[in-house]
Nanobody, 127 residues
């Protein structure tokens, strides 16, 4: 069982920045691929960014490329999502998720493979 806790959400003006954090309880965090997803009311949850277990590979949805950066610190079991140049359409509840990947360099950009999810953190971008 992996417990994930997101933090760092809030209200920001368009063009501003936020950094989300996701702290994991797993002592074997370094073997988990991680992802960030987001969801707005009435919409399906959508993929935002993913990172492999080692951090060597990352992947982003097109609309956030060049603005968002996913990273991880395996020493403190935490994954981050740095969000710059925020737009009102980035407003959503953001979730982190984990998937055991062993020593694989894989990342996952769909919901299905992920085993554990956090409770979400609200990001609101005002125009």
């Amino acid at each position: 069982q992996v417990h994930l806790v997101e933090s760092g959400g809030g209200l920001v003006q368009a063009g501003g920045s936020l950094r989300l954090s996701c702290a994991a309880s797993a002592g074997t965090f370094k073997y988990y691929a991680m992802g960030w997803f987001r969801q707005t009311p009435g919409q399906e949850r959508e993929f935002v960014a993913a990172i492999s277990a080692t951090g060597g590979s990352t992947y982003y949805r097109d609309s956030v490329k060049g603005r968002f950066t996913i990273s991880r610190d395996n020493a403190i079991n935490t994954v981050y999502l740095q969000m710059n140049s925020l737009k009102p359409e980035d407003t959503a509840v953001y979730y982190c998720a984990s998937k055991f990947a062993g020593s694989s360099g894989r990342y996952y950009n769909t919901e299905d493979p992920y085993d554990y999810w956090g409770q979400g953190t609200q990001v609101t971008v005002s125009s």
